[in-house]
T-cell receptor, first 117, second 116 residues
C-alpha cells in the first residue's frame, strides 16, 4: 500500500449524514483518484484530481464531493444525496510528468469500508 | 470508450501447476495495460504493466503477462502457483491517447483459488 494512507479503516454512517473519508500520500504524486468497489463490479471512478486546486468528476460522482487544497491530501465526502453509499472506497495516486507521456502507474491506499446503518 | 473483460469470476488451480487469468480489453488508441492483486480488505497492489515494447512483461512475485494486440488480450500467467497467490486479480486499461483524465478502467475481477 506504499505511502498512501486512508482513514478510517471502517466507517458507519446513519441515514442523512455526511461523512468524510481521508486520503493522504507522501509520494509527491500530482494526480489522485477516488474509486468505489462493489462486489462483482470492479472499481468505478468517482473523482480525480491531476493538480492542486483542480478536480474533475468521474463516472459516478453524484452524491460525492472532494477538495484538493494540498498536494498530499484528497478527502472524499459522501453526502446524504448518495443513495447507496455502502461500499469499499479506494484512493490512488500517480505521478504526472510534464512534457511527455507518463505510464501513470496508480498506487492504492488500504481502503475505507463504509456501511450505512 | 474503453473497457475490460475478465471472463472468469473464479479460477481454481492446484499448487505447483501453471495458472492463467484471462483479460481482454477495448480502447480506441494504443493501450496501457495493468494487473493488480487484492487481498481481503486491502487495497490493490500493482503487479505489472505493459506500455510498449516486448509483448511479454514480467512483474512481481513471479507473475508475467503476454500482450496480444490482434486478440486484444493481456492474460496473466505464472509457471507454478502458490497457495499464497490466492487473491482477487484485476486487469485495467488506459488509452495512451488520453492525456486528460488518465484514469484506469478496471475489469470486474477474477478470484484465484490455489489448492494445496
Amino acid at each position: 500500500d506504499g505511502g498512501i494512507t486512508q482513514s478510517p479503516k471502517y466507517l458507519f454512517r446513519k441515514e442523512g449524514q455526511n461523512v468524510t473519508l481521508s486520503c493522504e500520500q507522501n509520494l509527491n504524486h500530482d494526480a489522485m483518484y477516488w474509486y468505489r468497489q462493489d462486489p462483482g463490479q470492479g472499481l468505478r471512478l468517482i473523482y480525480y484530481s491531476q493538480i492542486v486546486n483542480d478536480f474533475q468528476k468521474g463516472d459516478i460522482a453524484e452524491g460525492y464531493s472532494v477538495s484538493r487544497e494540498k498536494k498530499e491530501s484528497f478527502p472524499l465526502t459522501v453526502t446524504s444525496a448518495q443513495k447507496n453509499p455502502t461500499a469499499f472506497y479506494l484512493c490512488a495516486s500517480s505521478i504526472r510528468r510534464a512534457g511527455g507521456p507518463s505510464t501513470d502507474t496508480q498506487y492504492f491506499g488500504p481502503g475505507t469500508r463504509l456501511t450505512v446503518l | 470508450a474503453q473497457s475490460v473483460a475478465q471472463p472468469e469470476d473464479q479460477v481454481n488451480v492446484a499448487e505447483g501447476n501453471p495458472l492463467t487469468v484471462k483479460c481482454t480489453y477495448s480502447v480506441s488508441g494504443n493501450p496501457y495495460l495493468f494487473w493488480y492483486v487484492q487481498y481481503p480488505n486491502r487495497g490493490l497492489q500493482f503487479l505489472l504493466k505493459y506500455i510498449t515494447g516486448d509483448n511479454l512483461v514480467k512483474g512481481s512475485y513471479g507473475f508475467e503477462a503476454e500482450f496480444n494486440k490482434s486478440q486484444t488480450s493481456f492474460h496473466l500467467k505464472k509457471p507454478s502457483a502458490l497457495v499464497s497467490d490466492s487473491a482477487l486479480y484485476f486487469c485495467a486499461v488506459r488509452d495512451a491517447e488520453d492525456t486528460g483524465r488518465r484514469a484506469l478502467t478496471f475489469g470486474s475481477g477474477t478470484r484465484l483459488q490455489v489448492q494445496p
